[in-house]
Every structure is written in structure tokens, then in C-alpha cells.
């Protein structure tokens, strides 16, 4: 597998988030996109936001080397065992961020009408500061940031098709971040975003 390890770190304050354009090659991100799309259980589950209940505006499914559920937004994921091509991304994801992680909660967005809404990965089994490892398989998308506190800090970048991107430090507590509903007529995308749950 050819890893490249050429990286960039986004100059925002109040962060430490790194973005690696290339971190799969086309045909090894081609195969796990493939793999993933076709093999994995996907689930769409229900959310409730301000008191309204809709259906996610994407798919998910989770795993892990645990049997630590996972919760946010008013749904609890139970994880199942990681497949072979999970533990190959995780591998090559923990031997160039030095973090051993636990958990994958993957996410299969169908179209530019799938999308997921502002929030930052905070939640109380995340620990402190937690590190998010995002892979983007498939479809390229924009990805927004904003300050939680100085809403003229804004910032997005396009994550391309085997790239990584890497969320670290005090990033989850004063920034947001959100894939937004696109009109352009797109395709699929499979992101994973790896992390740790204590």
C-alpha cells in the first residue's frame, strides 16, 4: 500500500488540524470504497433536533475493537467487530498520528442532499481532547470550520477522494465543523472518522 506522508497544517487558531491530500493512493481508496460500499451494514436511524424528529440525512454504521456504544445527538451506535479493511485504514491512521484508536463510526453519504449539520466531536466518552482521524473515500466534498466563538473565523477545504484529515488538541472545543446539502448532482461518499473512546 503507498502511503504519502506529505501534510498540511491549517493555520486557524485555537486548533491543531492537519490535512493529507493523498494519504491513500487512487486505486488503494478506490478498492476500500468498493469494499466498504457494498459490505457494510448501513443504517439510517432517526434524530430528534429542537424537539422534531427526521430521519438522518445520511447512513451509518460503527465499529470497534471494544463494546463501547457511542452516542450523539440523542442516538446510541452498538459497535461491531472491525473488518479486515477497517483495520488496514486504522493501522496505516495509527502509525503516522501515534494514537491508538478504538472506534470507527463510518458514514455513507448518498448524494449532495446527505449531509450532516454544525457540531463539534465533544461528547463526554471522547475524553478531553480527543483526536479525529476523517478518511474521505469517493465523492470529493467541502468541509466548513467555524470558530464557536468569533463567527468571522470561517475556513473550508475540499477533501479529496483517499485523503485524511486529522482534528487534534483544542480543535473540538472552539471549533465546529459541518458537510453541507449540495444542489450539485454528485455521488457517493464514504467517510470514516476514527477515534478513541475511553
Same mark, same amino acid.
Given at each position: 500500500?503507498?502511503?504519502?506522508?506529505?501534510?498540511?497544517?491549517?493555520?486557524?487558531?485555537?486548533?491543531?488540524?492537519?490535512?493529507?491530500?493523498?494519504?491513500?493512493?487512487?486505486?488503494?481508496?478506490?478498492?476500500?470504497?468498493?469494499?466498504?460500499?457494498?459490505?457494510?451494514?448501513?443504517?439510517?436511524?432517526?434524530?430528534?433536533?429542537?424537539?422534531?424528529?427526521?430521519?438522518?440525512?445520511?447512513?451509518?454504521?460503527?465499529?470497534?475493537?471494544?463494546?463501547?456504544?457511542?452516542?450523539? *445527538?440523542?442516538?446510541?451506535?452498538?459497535?461491531?467487530?472491525?473488518?479486515?479493511?477497517?483495520?488496514?485504514?486504522?493501522?496505516?491512521?495509527?502509525?503516522?498520528?501515534?494514537?491508538?484508536?478504538?472506534?470507527?463510526?463510518?458514514?455513507?453519504?448518498?448524494?449532495?442532499?446527505?449531509?450532516?449539520?454544525?457540531?463539534?466531536?465533544?461528547?463526554?466518552?471522547?475524553?478531553?481532547?480527543?483526536?479525529?482521524? *476523517?478518511?474521505?473515500?469517493?465523492?470529493?466534498?467541502?468541509?466548513?470550520?467555524?470558530?464557536?466563538?468569533?463567527?468571522?473565523?470561517?475556513?473550508?477545504?475540499?477533501?479529496?477522494?483517499? *485523503?485524511?484529515?486529522?482534528?487534534?488538541?483544542?480543535?473540538?472545543?472552539?471549533?465546529?465543523?459541518?458537510?453541507?446539502?449540495?444542489?450539485?448532482?454528485?455521488?457517493?461518499?464514504?467517510?470514516?472518522?476514527?477515534?478513541?473512546?475511553?
Amino acid at each position: 500500500m503507498q502511503l504519502f506522508s506529505e501534510k498540511v497544517r491549517l493555520d486557524l487558531p485555537d486548533s491543531d488540524i492537519w490535512y493529507f491530500a493523498n494519504f491513500f493512493d487512487f486505486k488503494k481508496a478506490d478498492d476500500f470504497f468498493e469494499s466498504l460500499r457494498k459490505n457494510t451494514p448501513w443504517q439510517q436511524d432517526d434524530i430528534k433536533v429542537f424537539g422534531k424528529v427526521y430521519a438522518q440525512p445520511r447512513l451509518t454504521a460503527l465499529y470497534a475493537s471494544n463494546n463501547r456504544s457511542y452516542s450523539y *445527538s440523542n442516538i446510541t451506535m452498538q459497535p461491531k467487530p472491525f473488518t479486515s479493511n477497517l483495520l488496514e485504514i486504522k493501522t496505516a491512521i495509527e502509525e503516522e498520528t501515534d494514537t491508538l484508536f478504538t472506534t470507527c463510526l463510518l458514514n455513507l453519504y448518498r448524494d449532495g442532499k446527505d449531509s450532516n449539520g454544525w457540531h463539534s466531536d465533544d461528547e463526554k466518552e471522547l475524553g478531553t481532547n480527543p483526536v479525529i482521524a *476523517s478518511v474521505t473515500l469517493g465523492e470529493e466534498r467541502n468541509f466548513h470550520l467555524r470558530h464557536k466563538s468569533d463567527r468571522t473565523l470561517k475556513h473550508k477545504i475540499l477533501l479529496q477522494h483517499g *485523503s485524511l484529515l486529522l482534528m487534534k488538541g483544542e480543535t473540538q472545543h472552539f471549533w465546529q465543523h459541518q458537510i453541507a446539502k449540495t444542489s450539485r448532482n454528485i455521488g457517493e461518499r464514504i467517510n470514516l472518522t476514527f477515534r478513541v473512546i475511553r
